[in-house]
């Protein structure tokens, strides 16, 4: 099934809880705190139908036409089909919608390619694994995840004889027909816009946090789950013309709160057991398949940043000196590099034993580790290749409604390469994306979305072969001989 935008905004009015801070909405696509950013949504449901998108964002499998974000690659053309689809949506919405609906899915995947893991928590769980990513695949669903505990509750000894609440969502009773859970869960990055829930945790748990050690999933209308967003940039974006990203493409982020809820057994994939809440993301291809599409929204909003750069140059009238182009050239060397990486993650792909296979470890770990610790600089160098422009313009489009303002503005402020027009609309479009309050959302995102920054490095220390890159060192010191054979060769050189 491929259901269309209208279908997918129809399910956004399903009865979900969510807070926009005391406000119950009503109707997340009419709430000028996330109705343009839905449309946004649906309108990837929309294109990846069209005729020309059809064939990279779909794929038939037992007579049913699937969307290609559900395809469990066994081969490096189901791999080449995957990074397509990722990069088609990424484009669509410019980077910018970093929990889109074909980012769950591939961690999902990654966990159905290997039920076997699940099952020796608790027999049947791998199947409740691959039932319900074939439900998501079926139903064309959108699913977020929260995997996080709230900061606080990360060390259980706080609230030991304190009488606080520990807010750590946990299992709070369990008999024949499921568990029930209460407690918070974070970061919710599209949980509003989304239809489905994965709760889990990547977070190593202590021995005293085992009530806390489930995963499982939940539609986000589920009685007793709330859903509490932050401030909306959407809300205070008017326009296009002024905050042209922040007025459609702001993906929200938030916590569940979860009040006695009832969770089927068919619905939850491990249950007591530590080891396997973070194993089932990293002794499986789930991390690397989700993040390469994490690498693909990056790289196209580093095209966008690349572009932005080279435009404000040559807008400047500055783009033929030295200076500029090394400075342009770097970027583009950037944004090849990461490139690079990513080709290299389905050239050097890697297989399990069941047949199936995904993007090598090490690239798409290399790949994780540039974006998150790159992403400030570029941004702070392509704001830098904008100089003072963001703040030479008007407060607001009114300017162009008034037609005395309008004359001077049109005389004073086009330049020999962009009309007054022309310069506005750049110069607020680069803002809002490196600039702006939405812009500082982003930059902390980026920063962070793949753990923190030390997190990222040990990522790439563990995927290594260290053994194979000492081994020529050691041959040369072997070749060297020890001590005593260098005496001995001078003692017979001297004699």
């Given at each position: 099934?491929l259901r269309?935008?209208?279908?997918y905004?129809?399910?956004?009015?399903?009865g979900?809880r969510?807070?926009?801070g005391?406000?119950?909405?009503?109707?997340v696509t009419?709430?000028?705190a996330?109705?343009?950013t839905?449309?946004?949504f649906?309108?990837?449901?929309?294109r990846k139908?069209?005729a020309q998108?059809l064939a990279a964002?779909?794929?038939v499998?037992?007579?049913?036409?699937?969307t290609?974000?559900?395809?469990l690659p066994?081969s490096r053309?189901d791999?080449?089909q995957r990074?397509?689809c990722?990069r088609?949506?990424?484009?669509w919405?410019y980077g910018?919608?970093?929990?889109?609906?074909?980012?769950?899915?591939?961690f999902?995947?990654g966990?159905?390619?290997?039920p076997e893991l699940?099952?020796?928590?608790r027999?049947?769980f791998?199947?409740n694994v691959?039932d319900y990513f074939?439900?998501?695949?079926?139903r064309?669903?959108?699913?977020?995840?929260?995997?996080l505990?709230?900061?606080?509750s990360?060390d259980p000894?706080?609230y030991k004889?304190t009488g606080?609440?520990n807010p750590?969502?946990?299992?709070v009773?369990?008999?024949s027909?499921?568990?029930?859970?209460s407690g918070?869960k974070?970061?919710?990055?599209?949980?509003?816009f989304?239809?489905?829930?994965?709760?889990?945790?990547m977070?190593?748990?202590?021995?005293d946090?085992?009530?806390?050690?489930?995963?499982f999933?939940?539609?986000?209308?589920?009685?007793?789950v709330?859903?509490?967003?932050?401030?909306s940039f959407?809300?205070r974006?008017p326009?296009?013309?002024?905050?042209?990203?922040?007025?459609?493409?702001?993906?929200?982020?938030?916590v569940?709160?979860?009040?006695n809820?009832?969770?089927?057994?068919s619905?939850?994939?491990?249950h007591?057991?530590?080891?396997?809440?973070?194993?089932?993301?990293?002794?499986?291809p789930a991390?690397v398949?989700?993040?390469?599409?994490?690498?693909w929204?990056?790289a196209?909003?580093l095209?966008?940043?690349?572009g932005i750069a080279?435009?404000a140059?040559d807008?400047?009238g500055v783009i033929n000196i030295?200076?500029?182009?090394q400075t342009?050239?770097?970027?583009?060397?950037?944004?090849?590099?990461?490139l690079?990486l990513?080709a290299?993650?389905?050239d050097?792909l890697q297989?399990i034993?069941n047949?199936?296979v995904?993007?090598n470890?090490r690239?798409?770990?290399?790949a994780?580790?540039?974006?998150a610790?790159?992403?400030?600089?570029v941004?702070e160098?392509?704001?830098s290749l904008m100089g003072a422009?963001p703040?030479l313009?008007?407060?607001?489009?009114s300017?162009?409604?008034?037609p005395q303002?309008?004359q001077t503005?049109?005389?004073?402020?086009s330049?020999?390469?962009a009309?007054a027009d022309?310069r506005?609309k750049?110069v607020?479009?680069?803002?809002?994306?490196?600039g702006?309050?939405f812009?500082?959302?982003?930059?902390?995102?980026e920063?962070?979305?793949g753990?923190?920054?030390?997190i990222m490095?040990l990522?790439?220390?563990?995927n290594c072969?260290w053994?194979?890159r000492r081994?020529?060192?050691?041959?040369?010191?072997?070749?060297?001989?020890s001590a005593?054979?260098?005496t001995a060769?001078?003692?017979s050189?001297?004699?």
């Amino acid at each position: 099934m491929l259901r269309t935008g209208d279908e997918y905004l129809a399910s956004l009015r399903d009865g979900r809880r969510v807070y926009y801070g005391g406000e119950r909405v009503a109707d997340v696509t009419a709430h000028p705190a996330f109705r343009n950013t839905a449309r946004s949504f649906a309108r990837i449901y929309d294109r990846k139908r069209e005729a020309q998108n059809l064939a990279a964002m779909s794929f038939v499998e037992d007579g049913e036409r699937s969307t290609s974000w559900f395809l469990l690659p066994k081969s490096r053309k189901d791999l080449e089909q995957r990074a397509e689809c990722h990069r088609r949506v990424a484009e669509w919405s410019y980077g910018l919608l970093g929990r889109s609906p074909d980012h769950v899915p591939a961690f999902i995947g990654g966990m159905a390619m290997v039920p076997e893991l699940f099952e020796a928590n608790r027999k049947g769980f791998g199947r409740n694994v691959i039932d319900y990513f074939n439900d998501l695949k079926l139903r064309d669903l959108f699913a977020c995840y929260l995997v996080l505990t709230p900061q606080g509750s990360r060390d259980p000894k706080m609230y030991k004889d304190t009488g606080a609440i520990n807010p750590a969502l946990a299992v709070v009773r369990e008999d024949s027909e499921g568990i029930v859970v209460s407690g918070l869960k974070l970061l919710g990055t599209s949980a509003v816009f989304s239809d489905e829930a994965w709760i889990g945790s990547m977070i190593p748990l202590g021995l005293d946090q085992i009530n806390e050690a489930v995963t499982f999933a939940i539609p986000v209308n589920h009685p007793g789950v709330e859903i509490w967003v932050r401030e909306s940039f959407e809300i205070r974006a008017p326009n296009k013309i002024d905050h042209f990203f922040s007025s459609q493409f702001d993906e929200s982020d938030g916590v569940m709160v979860f009040d006695n809820v009832r969770v089927p057994w068919s619905r939850v994939f491990c249950h007591r057991d530590i080891p396997l809440m973070r194993d089932m993301y990293f002794k499986t291809p789930a991390h690397v398949m989700g993040n390469h599409q994490s690498n693909w929204r990056f790289a196209e909003k580093l095209k966008l940043m690349v572009g932005i750069a080279h435009r404000a140059c040559d807008m400047a009238g500055v783009i033929n000196i030295p200076a500029i182009q090394q400075t342009l050239g770097r970027l583009a060397a950037a944004e090849a590099s990461l490139l690079g990486l990513m080709a290299a993650q389905i050239d050097q792909l890697q297989s399990i034993a069941n047949g199936h296979v995904h993007v090598n470890r090490r690239f798409l770990y290399a790949a994780l580790q540039w974006c998150a610790n790159n992403y400030a600089q570029v941004a702070e160098e392509v704001r830098s290749l904008m100089g003072a422009g963001p703040f030479l313009l008007p407060a607001d489009p009114s300017v162009f409604d008034n037609p005395q303002t309008r004359q001077t503005f049109e005389k004073y402020w086009s330049l020999p390469t962009a009309s007054a027009d022309e310069r506005y609309k750049f110069v607020k479009m680069a803002w809002d994306l490196l600039g702006s309050d939405f812009a500082g959302r982003h930059a902390q995102y980026e920063k962070f979305y793949g753990g923190p920054p030390h997190i990222m490095d040990l990522y790439s220390f563990f995927n290594c072969p260290w053994n194979e890159r000492r081994a020529a060192v050691d041959q040369i010191v072997k070749e060297m001989g020890s001590a005593d054979d260098l005496t001995a060769r001078r003692k017979s050189a001297a004699e």
